[in-house]
Antibody, heavy 122, light 107 residues
Framework: VQLQQSGPGLLKPSQTLSLTCAISGDSVSSNRAAWDWIRQSPSRGLEWLGGTYYRSKWYNDYAVSVKSRITITPDTSKNQVSLQLNSLTPEDTAIYFC?????????????WGQGTSVTVSS | DIQMTQSPSFLSASVGDTVTITCRASQSISNYLNWYQQKPGKVPNLLIYAASTLQSGVPSRFSGSGSGTDFILTISSLQPEDFATYFCQQTYTGPRTFGQGTSLEIK
């Protein structure tokens, strides 16, 4: 299983971050996984942002800290999951990761994307 | 949200030592606790899930214990490649929050 991230790394305040995570070797529709987005910065450490998973229908969970600004969307036709985070501020500067949370591993994240370094600056 | 608190934040040890890292949850999380290792410039690597189950390929010198609110990661007979940062994470309910990390450094 591999996760390949893509998306821009430099944005301005108030813009929207859009990242995609292409999944190979598993299915975004798997009923045995969740597909999460996490970010990491020196000031905030590892911060789980949200995730999506399919259990007869699609579910989304979001962190309270970003709930008003975040959308995570599965794309079954491309077998990928996307992150949108709007109204960016410099505090959103971080490395962003997608990851698979595997149900059999207590939703431990056993596969990670390579990370995307995102800088928010005017 | 459930808050996860790790201690210590920094730990200095020598090759061959045994070290313990503690993770405390702000409410009971049963055994929904995972541990990760992260080296500089790398993605986190899942070491232990469900509090005490070793992920495939992880050396047996790593072990985890605990349930409810208090959990321990133990690394026995430290090897040079074990010097890294360790994170706990709860997956019991709601946002799957991480601890702030413990940086394990060579003494």
């Amino acid at each position: 299983v591999q996760l390949q991230q893509s998306g821009p790394g430099l944005l301005k305040p108030s813009q929207t971050l859009s990242l995609t995570c292409a999944i190979s070797g598993d299915s975004v529709s798997s009923n045995r996984a969740a597909w999460d987005w996490i970010r990491q910065s020196p000031s905030r450490g590892l911060e789980w942002l949200g995730g999506t998973y399919y259990r007869s229908k699609w579910y989304n969970d979001y962190a309270v800290s970003v709930k008003s600004r975040i959308t995570i969307t599965p794309d079954t036709s491309k077998n990928q999951v996307s992150l949108q985070l709007n109204s960016l501020t410099p505090e959103d500067t971080a490395i962003y990761f997608c990851a698979r949370g595997k149900a059999a591993l207590s939703y431990g994240m056993d596969v990670w994307g390579q990370g995307t370094s995102v800088t928010v600056s005017s | 949200d459930i808050q996860m608190t790790q201690s210590p934040s920094f730990l200095s040890a020598s090759v061959g030592d045994t070290v313990t890292i503690t993770c405390r949850a702000s409410q009971s999380i049963s055994n929904y606790l995972n541990w990760y290792q992260q080296k500089p410039g790398k993605v986190p690597n899942l070491l232990i899930y469900a509090a005490s189950t070793l992920q495939s390929g992880v050396p047996s010198r790593f072990s985890g214990s605990g349930s409810g609110t208090d959990f321990i990661l133990t690394i026995s007979s430290l090897q040079p490649e074990d010097f890294a940062t360790y994170f706990c994470q709860q997956t019991y309910t709601g946002p799957r929050t991480f601890g702030q990390g413990t940086s394990l450094e060579i003494k």
